[in-house]
Structures are given as structure tokens and as C-alpha cells.
């Protein structure tokens, strides 16, 4: 059974949530990519609507939104793109980066709100942590 962890981020109040995912609920999460809105119901919050931006795999690695399909490549990377962070200029580096898809190996899953519901995320978020 596939499990996500989703941390959802609050522009408006700069706060973030997190919320498990399992069941069905998370399989319909599988083969989405990068950038695609989705319904919130998928995560606990009805009437709210989520863009994905990002995630990283059971291993660490992050997703890239520029690399299509749910694989792990190793990639040159420049300084602060993402996955690699450099102090110095110019500085290169090879490391492993996860596709823009959600496939099963991935445990986290980040989104932000692009559409809010009715009912504040906060009820909704303890509703999900007394059940």
C-alpha cells in the first residue's frame, strides 16, 4: 500500500501542514507531475484546490520539475538549481535528481494552495489528527 506524507504550504499565513496520505486517496496521487492542480479532497480538504510543487523520494532525493518521468539520473548541476547548493560561483556538480512524476518510491510530496475552501485548513487539519 502506497503511503505520502504531503506538506502543504499557506502562502497567505506562511504556515505549512503536513498530512498522510494512504489508501486510495494516494494511488490516485500516482503519475501526477509537477505543476498540476489537484482537487483537495485527495489530502483531507474539501473544496480546496492544490498545485503540486515538488516532492522527494524514499532515499532523499528531490523531484525536478524539468526532468520528465519517474526515474533517478544523475545530472550535472549548477549552482543553485535544484538539489545542489554551492557557497562559490561557477561551481558544477553531479547529482542524483528524481523525475518531475509521482510514482510509489516517492514519500513526500510538496503542494501549495492556489484555491482556498470554505472551511479554514486549520479545522480541517485537526479533524484528520483526532480521527
Known sequence: MVEFKAVINDAKTGKSYQVTV???HANSLIGRKIGE????????????KLAITGGSDKDGFPMRKDLPGTRRVKLLL???????????????K????RGNTISPEIVQINMKITS?????????IKKEETK
Open 37 to 48: 492542480v489537484i482537487d483537495g479532497i485527495f489530502v483531507g480538504l474539501p473544496g480546496y
Open 22 to 24: 494512504s489508501g486510495h
Open 116 to 124: 482556498r475552501g470554505a472551511k479554514p485548513i486549520e479545522d480541517l
Open 78 to 92: 549548477a549552482s543553485g538549481s535544484t538539489g545542489f547548493k554551492s557557497g562559490e560561483k561557477g561551481v558544477r
Open 94 to 97: 553531479r547529482k542524483s535528481v
